[in-house]
């Protein structure tokens, strides 16, 4: 057998190799959505089985149209390769909000439906990112998070809900006095003290949305010098934050996680619970007829300055890279039929985006109504954070016991340092 | 690869061919198809990406979308990140740490596993289970633990420090990360210190008997002198594993509590996470390189060892 030559192996290599990659992108394509089939993304794992009852209704309504649900694909990925789905409902945060400030997403202002979102619910859209001249998100579900209280106690005790800062610490103290944990802490899960702790303090005294305005502007200049900064405009609710923690918290909460603090709460082991609606389906499951209520943090002295916290659980997009952004608009016109949307939001405790929506009716919830009608709310401080700065971790550790002043100063430093390079 | 195959002792000189009267020896092409596959592989999944990785890493890329040249400016930013620098020094120290708390423990216990002991096999199997059970699967049940039955034990005994758990404790955490990381590592490296210890013949400790070395002397002059490619290998493959700490951290502690725990891995998956995808390829880029520069010197350190 003769010796076969460097080249020679060379192009047997060469050619193994293009002809993998050939390989690759033919399956590439056959996974592509064809022209009557809309890639449907949806990852919440709590609405999965809505839509997938309602695609297969829809699927067998009409023949123009077949919908494929896609729950798990990695949406970046499908972005940076030109194949992302054909419609998107997810959570709209600092992420997709990339998206669709580099113009990944296509413009649906000419639809209807866009023309029924509450001007000011659109407008948290808008706070992440905007693209010149176009709606390509609508919201479909708002989740309204605050205090959840054990009414039980409440009334137990004689108390009502407080209004002011002081009014707050001084049910905290009665509650203490009598031997009741006022608040249950789960530091353990980084997330529970960004959400709940951190963004009731800062969103009860701070305007975030027009703070996260000016520290987008000022990008590098964040420090020490600048006119507004974490450690400036954030030392007074932080501050508070720690010392609700110190003196009102459950002594083991380092230890707790998420899972543990539904258990203790619908056990009654503490009044108050830092945690939003996704929270009272897991109480449930433990003590179904617990009587519970909400109502925001007070952080000031006026109750004119109460707001709570909201973050859009899902939204509609569908990208400008989708071959059947017709089809798409189809299905999406059927989602935001109106009773299709109340049924979604009565039945995940989440609170409608249009102007003729059903009201919320679940008393759990009730308590932050007023306030989501009046549009007396702001999205989560820990959220208009990227991703990439530990910011949950950084308030997990001013919950545990750091110096707050010098967190808050890491925040700044490296959100100046992200200015720089991005 | 080659320190593993170096590792044994090396074969005996009649069993290895002659050499061709040409001085040349013929290759069967056979052996290249063997290793096409997994070439092919490698290159498309590991060389291929990590070069557009670092290609990256001169850019403001966020993963998709526009993007400029920026030069060096991700690298300059890396040096002077604390957060960076502060997950480096947790890695490095941690990696370290594991590797002699592993090594001693597993070589101590292979030495008790090969004496001659009762229940021997059952207890090699008992040892060995750790090895089988997912990493991410350890991390929650010790988290528990930890967080749990070490605190209830302490409160029973009236013992302070035991009654918090350590993982919630910026100073302790990382000892908790160590004990589970160790649990899981010891029936790897043991094994191989196994292997070790049965390749060295009887007659060597015979002699040594008849020369009055004691227990002790054995373990020093011929134990473990004759071990030493193998405390190389484990030693080289423990630190590669340490240095890539994710599953186990995510499951005790996910970097916290704060930022106390937060391994050089878990920062540059936030590039993907978090949209930092440029900065972070700069960072792996330098993660590749320091690890490529600590296997080199190893490298040596053991082809000396075994030329010897």
């Known amino acids: 057998m003769p010796r076969p030559s460097p080249r020679r192996i060379a192009r047997t290599i060469a050619a193994a190799v293009a002809l993998t990659i050939a390989g ?62 054909d419609l998107g409902l997810l959570n709209y945060n600092m992420e997709m909000a990339r998206f669709m400030e580099r113009g990944a997403l296509s413009d649906l202002s000419d639809m209807p439906e866009s023309e029924r979102i509450l001007p000011e619910v659109q407008d ?47 049910v905290c103290d009665q509650l203490t006095a009598a031997g009741i944990t006022p608040f249950y802490g789960t530091f353990r899960d980084p997330w529970t003290v960004a959400q709940g702790w951190f963004d009731y303090t800062v969103g009860g005294e701070v305007d975030v949305a027009g703070f996260y305005d000016e520290m987008n502007e000022l990008g590098t200049e964040v420090g020490p010098q600048s ?42 082991e503490a009044a108050m619970y830092m945690q939003g609606p996704w929270a009272l389906g897991e109480i449930a499951k433990t003590s179904p007829d617990l009587a519970l209520g909400t109502f925001p943090l007070p952080m000031t002295d006026d109750a004119d300055d109460l707001e709570v916290r909201v973050n859009i659980d899902l939204a509609a997009w569908i990208p400008e890279a989708s071959d059947n952004q017709e089809g798409a608009r189809a299905f999406l016109s059927y989602l935001f039929e ?41 999205q989560g401080a820990s959220k208009a954070i990227p991703l990439t700065i530990p910011t949950e971790n950084y308030t997990q550790s001013i919950a545990l016991g750091d110096d707050p002043a010098g967190v808050l100063r890491t925040l700044d430093a490296d959100w100046a340092r992200l200015a720089l390079r991005q | 690869m080659t320190t593993v195959i170096a590792a044994p002792p090396p074969p005996t000189r009649d069993t290895v061919p002659p050499p061709s009267p040409s001085g040349k020896r013929r290759v069967e092409p056979i052996y290249y198809a063997f290793l096409l596959p997994s070439l092919v592989i490698f290159t498309l999944a ?9 290609f990256f890493s001169f850019t403001n890329s966020i993963g998709f979308g526009d ?46 596993l090969t004496a001659r002991i009762r229940a021997k096999t059952a207890l090699r199997t008992v040892f060995v289970i750790p090895m089988v059970v997912s990493g991410i699967i350890i991390a929650y049940v010790f988290s528990f633990l930890f967080s749990n039955s070490v605190p209830a034990l302490g409160q029973a005994l009236g013992i302070d420090w035991l009654s918090e758990s350590i993982l919630a404790n910026p100073d302790l955490a990382w000892i908790g990360i160590v004990i589970v990381t160790a649990w899981q590592s010891i029936p790897g490296t043991l ?35 004759l071990v030493s490619g193998y405390v190389v290998i484990n030693v080289i493959l423990g630190l590669k594993n340490f240095l890539n700490a994710y599953d186990i951290i ?21 590039g993907f996470t978090g949209g930092d995808y440029a900065y972070q390829m700069a960072n792996a880029a330098m993660f590749f390189i320091i690890v490529v520069v600590i296997s080199v010197i190893q490298l040596r350190i053991s082809r000396g060892r075994n030329s010897v």
Request: charged share 15%; aromatic share 12%.
């Open chain 1, 338 to 378: 109106q009773d299709v949307m109340d049924e979604y939001n009565a039945a995940q405790l989440g609170y409608g985006t249009t102007v003729d929506a059903a009201p919320v009716t679940d008393p759990r919830i009730l308590g932050m109504k007023d306030y989501y009608d009046e549009a007396a709310f702001y």
């Open chain 2, 250 to 270: 995510i499951g005790l502690t996910n970097g916290g509590p704060g930022t106390a725990t937060r391994s050089i891995p878990m920062t540059i998956i936030t």
């Open chain 1, 124 to 170: 948290l859209v808008d706070q992440y990112a905007t693209y010149p001249g176009r709606t390509s998100v609508l919201p479909y579900s708002v989740m309204a998070a605050s205090v959840i209280y054990n009414q039980e106690i409440f009334d137990e005790q004689g108390l009502e809900v407080p209004e002011t800062w002081d009014e707050l610490i001084a």
């Open chain 1, 24 to 85: 690759s992108t033919l399956a590439g394509c056959a996974s592509a959505s064809s022209a009557d089939t809309v890639q449907f993304h949806l990852s919440k794992p709590e609405a999965i089985p809505y839509f997938r009852e309602l695609i297969q209704q829809y699927n067998a309504s009409q023949s123009d149209v077949n919908v494929v649900l896609d729950t798990s694909s990695n949406l970046q990925a499908g972005f940076l390769r030109g194949n992302p789905p």
């Open chain 1, 227 to 268: 006119p507004v900064s974490f450690e400036k405009t954030f030392a007074q609710p932080v501050d508070r934050m720690q010392q609700l923690i110190t003196d009102y918290a459950n002594p083991d909460a380092a230890s707790r996680t998420y899972g543990d603090g539904n258990l203790a709460f619908a056990e009654g």
């Open chain 2, 46 to 54: 590991i060389t291929v990406p990590a070069i557009i990785g670092i």
């Open chain 2, 191 to 225: 094994l191989i210190y196994i292997a070790g210890l049965l390749s060295i013949p009887g007659d060597v400790y015979e002699a040594a008997d008849l020369d009055g070395a004691s227990k002790r002397q054995q373990l020093w002059r011929i134990t473990l002198p």
């Open chain 2, 67 to 112: 993007w400029d040249f920026i030069g060096l400016v991700n690298y300059a930013a890396l040096f002077s990140d604390p957060a960076i620098l502060q997950s480096y020094l947790f890695t490095f120290s941690f990696a370290v740490t594991t590797v002699i708390v592993v090594n001693v423990l597993a070589f101590l216990l292979a030495v008790g």
